[in-house]
């Protein structure tokens, strides 16, 4: 099993979750909160005091050079690093920093690293079955008949993504844009809360980054999605809400418009078109 599927196989099997996630309390009308949240490094502050407000259904994204904290903040959410300091909720009665990184997954927060990790040798189809949210077994999962609700799930999806006309085609076979939508196809078939995406157009051509930021925004209220992005011109086509972070904190926040303006990160950016 483990020659045939890889790192890739484990990765959706810790996504999936063995039950049903828990339900959210939205009542303040926030989905995500990272309140006074710090992370050190041998000395080095990676998260100064961070505090992050997210709401549901909204689309951010978030800037800022390497070294500012975003893959940083991402771990914490995710429960791959403990905070030193700080809290991080998930609604208003889940705390994220009690939980593994599979319970987080499982509570409804989906996370896309910018290297896309598909099962190569299998269709776009079977990549998406693979990832389908439910209580079963392997075997079950690889082999049991789907119902017709699932299938009308994976059509769904495969509309979403753009790779409908796709589904019988090897993964691998994708172009690097493909891949990436297909990832987040398997993110959805668990049908996430909060979309956590990283870089998701780095090395796509202007067509699949155009496509990308399509996709992107028609999940936006259906899902929260944040974005970190290090390409200007596609936060623009898609920012609503930008936050920049600088040395672990948030310098600056609002349109992409008052953020390029802002006096603050004019003066750290020296006025370059790239954050």
Known sequence: MAG?????FGRVLQRRGSSSAPSLDLTHNIIL??????VSFDGFRALNDLSLYVAPGELRCIIGPNGAGKTT???VITGKTRPDTGSVWFGQTLDLLTLGEPEIAQAGIGR???????FSEHSVFENLELAMAGDKSVWKMLFARLTPEQLT?????LETIGLKDHRSARAGSL?????????IGMLLMQDPALLLVDEPVAGMTPQETERTAELLTSLAGKHSVVVVEHDMNFVRSIA????????????????IDEVQNDPKVIEVYLGEPRC
């Open 4 to 8: 045939r599927f890889g790192g890739a």
């Open 33 to 38: 909160y990272v309140e006074g949240v710090t």
């Open 73 to 75: 903040m991402m771990d």
């Open 112 to 118: 896309k690293f910018q290297k896309p990790t598909v």
């Open 153 to 157: 799930r994976i059509d769904e999806v």
């Open 175 to 183: 172009s690097h844009g493909q891949k990436q939508w297909l990832e």
């Open 240 to 255: 609503r809400t930008v936050t920049v972070l600088h040395q672990g904190s948030v310098l600056a926040e609002g349109t």
